[in-house]
């Protein structure tokens, strides 16, 4: 059995709202929790065959699966203020099993770090979401293998051009205050130059051309991250 992304996609339609705020996105999580059909796209995951996929299809795969098992984290322990609040010190959420996927337990840890990073997609950080507000804001739509590079090059562009959590340049004095997912994956854009040369590849045209301007001489600045969850807030 395939990972049912038609219901996925329905689920997302239904259940998540496009916002003005910070979010970007937010979840009716206690929607999900009585729909039965979430349980249908979680299930989907856990009997679908991941081994054949390779290339977009396996990126798109487990994109979908990471944003599936982190919500479904939401659904099943929430509410919550924060996702890192279902995990302690000693086991952080991200290294709890979140689920079951082709049979085998997985964590949303072994998901980013050891299959999606591998793969050297660095736009992946911008696909996945973790729950947060200061994640990427999670798409209405599953990722397919079939429009992977045009989605993730939207989401890429989409979380640069927001001043509140993605990019935010200061002219005087010259420097780029950036999302905390550029330092922490710094060696997935290529460490300091990379990122700048990234950014300036992504970001929306009026700051492109004071990007290349100041590339080597400006300074990286990182924003608060907000791990406050995604939910909207009169159903969380």
Known sequence: MAFDV?????????????????????????????????????????????????????????????????????????????????????????????GRVGGHEVTLDEIEHRILRPMGEPRIHFAIVCASTSCPSLRREPFRATELHRQLDEQTREFLADARKGMAIARAPENVRLSKIFDWFAEDFGKAQGVVAFVTEHAPEADRAWLLEYADRMDLVYLPYDWRVNALPSRP
Do not use: M
Not at 18 to 28: F, L, P, S
Not at 31 to 51: K, M
């Open 6 to 98: 038609e219901t996925y996609a329905e689920q997302l339609t239904r259940h998540t709202r496009a916002v003005e705020d910070t979010a970007g996105t937010r979840i009716d999580y206690a929607g999900l929790r009585s729909d039965p059909d979430w349980r249908r796209v979680v299930a989907s995951l856990e009997t679908s065959n991941p081994s054949p996929l390779e290339g977009a299809r396996a990126l798109a795969f487990w994109i979908n699966a990471y944003n599936v098992l982190a919500l479904d984290w939401i659904v099943r322990e929430g509410p919550v203020e924060s996702i890192r609040d279902l995990g302690n010190l000693w086991r952080p959420v991200w290294k709890k099993s979140a």
